[in-house]
């Protein structure tokens, strides 16, 4: 299957990179460039791309409202692109529903990777950026745990708390005493529920809804 890409930058130079880049790969395709936020935007609903590649600043609206527009119309992906590693657009672009954060100054590697990671539908945020994130909304967690979702079932529930601190599939699987695929499939219904488009979405509800506080290991029933 082709994966189908928008490029989304102000810069001609740099949408020629990309596209060039992109372009090398037999399951990549860019369909599509735009050199503002409303073209992003009216480019996205027109073509129904899996991906777009989407510039922080841009003329007209910038990326993060495209960003919310842009998921607000359909299923397409966004991954956050910038020359700028700035916590405030890293949160806003999570906040907007980004599935991915990625540098301009990335590899070619990286940004190949970047486009067939989201596509997927896994989330594009390294350890270290995960860890800033937890970090982030531990700091501005409830004070007081929230219930259980009622969407969840108990042992749906464990799993979104370990996912929360930020462990993975075979650290949860052997805290749970789990098989791996019993958790991949936990952590969909999770997400599938939940409404939430990938793991790094749910660490931010997690925390936001008080499921998981610092100090907590899970929020009371």
Avoid: C, W
């Avoid at 916590?87 to 980004?98: Q, T």
């Avoid at 531990?138 to 009622?150: G, I, K, L, Q």
Wanted: avoid cysteine; aromatic fraction near 4%; proline fraction near 4%.
């Amino acid at each position: 299957m082709t994966l189908r890409v928008l490029l989304a930058d102000d810069q001609d130079l740099v949408r020629a990179g990309f596209r060039v880049i992109l372009g090398m790969e037999d399951d990549i395709e860019v369909v599509g460039e735009a050199g503002d936020g409303l073209a992003a935007v009216e480019l996205a609903a027109r073509l129904r791309p899996d991906v777009v590649l989407m510039d922080v600043q841009m003329p007209g609206i910038d990326g993060l409202e495209a960003t919310r527009r842009v998921l607000g119309a359909g299923d397409t992906r966004v991954v956050i692109l910038t020359t700028f590693d700035r916590e405030d657009y890293l949160f806003e672009a999570l906040r907007a529903g980004a599935s991915g954060f990625l540098l301009k100054n990335a590899s070619p590697e990286d940004l190949v990777e970047a486009v067939r990671i989201v596509a997927r539908g896994d989330a594009l945020l390294s350890p270290e950026v995960t860890r800033r994130v937890i970090a982030r909304f531990s700091a501005s967690a409830p004070a007081v745990p929230a219930h259980r979702p009622p969407e969840l079932t108990d042992r749906e529930f464990e799993v979104l708390v370990k996912l929360a601190r930020g462990a993975s599939n075979a650290e949860i699987a052997k805290e749970l005493y789990l098989g791996e695929t019993t958790v991949k499939t936990h952590v969909s219904r999770v997400l599938t529920k939940l409404g939430l488009r990938d793991r790094t979405h749910a660490v931010v509800f997690a925390y936001e809804m008080g499921i998981v506080a610092p100090g907590v290991g899970r929020a009371e029933d």
